[in-house]
């Protein structure tokens, strides 16, 4: 399958071997959104002196650098804000489809979420499209119970 890039795309040749990263994801914020999810609901928490509302929930503001601790929920759906098309797996080898990999604000964070969208060719692809998701049909309270984002159609 031949993928052809627009202008502003950037292909990046060679291996990301991301198992020598180590990245911090603090528990308790975690678990409240894997909590959530058994529900297919998502939750964050709100700071308290800038209204700035992240899932999953850090324990401070990162911008006020203050405590918080008020879990609010927020919508399963949401706005793609960048997104890249990945033509090979993490060890390089390439994939039968293309991925849509999606960093998307979701209504009423103004954190990120990371998500595949499915449904649409990489051809139609952008930022600002609207996207919702696609809960498993027996969620268990894991990340994975969102199987994907499709695209809205508004």
């Known amino acids: 399958m031949a993928f052809?890039?627009?202008?502003?795309?950037?292909?990046v040749q060679g291996m990301w071997d991301i198992s020598t990263y180590r990245y911090r994801m603090e528990g308790g914020g975690v678990r409240l959104l894997t909590e959530a999810m058994k529900e297919k609901r998502i939750k964050g928490v709100r700071c308290n002196e800038c209204g700035m509302v992240y899932v999953p929930g850090?324990?401070?503001?990162?911008?006020?650098?203050?405590?918080?601790d008020e879990v609010v929920e927020v919508e399963?759906?949401?706005t793609v804000m960048s997104y890249c098309v990945e033509l090979a797996d993490v060890r390089g080898n390439p994939r039968e489809t293309p991925l849509i990999s999606a960093m998307i604000e979701l209504d009423g964070a103004d954190s990120w979420f990371v998500g595949a969208v499915v449904g649409i060719e990489p051809e139609e692809a952008s930022v600002g499209m609207r996207v919702k998701a696609v809960w498993a049909e027996n969620p268990v309270g894991s990340l994975s119970d969102i199987e994907y984002f499709e695209v809205l159609e508004e």
Do not use: L
Not at 4 to 11: A, S, Y
Not at 58 to 68: E, H, M, N, S, W
């Open 4 to 11: 052809e890039m627009g202008p502003e795309t950037r292909q």
């Open 58 to 68: 850090p324990t401070y503001c990162r911008k006020c650098f203050v405590d918080i």
């Open 76 to 78: 399963d759906r949401g």
